[in-house]
């Protein structure tokens, strides 16, 4: 699934009111987290990082909770998987050379 689809179905009312008391306990958490340059810098590190669990839609998913702006959480996730792949395209060279 694409991560559009994927937050913008996270933001229906369907969703919302389904994971309503899970979605406001996050919220209550992460509210200390910072402002929203940090998070999307979070963000972007969070899902450039080539780890199990740590990809574009778990970023969605992260996002969605702490409720940032679509068009930025698109670009932050896109910087992220694309660094993401420069660094495992760099690692995978770098065995076939050494």
């Known amino acids: 699934l694409p991560v559009p689809l994927i937050l913008l179905a996270l933001k229906s009312n369907f969703v919302q009111n389904g994971l309503k008391g899970f979605l406001d306990r996050a919220r209550k958490k992460s509210a200390s987290f910072g402002d929203s340059e940090k998070q999307l810098t979070a963000l972007l590190f969070f899902v450039g990082i080539p780890l199990p669990g740590t990809g574009a839609w778990t970023g969605a ?14 670009a932050a996730i896109f910087a992220g998987v694309l660094s993401a792949g420069i660094i495992m395209t760099a690692l995978t060279l770098a065995g076939k050379v050494g």
């Open 61 to 74: 998913m992260i996002s969605s909770v702490l409720g940032m702006p679509f068009d930025k959480s698109v």
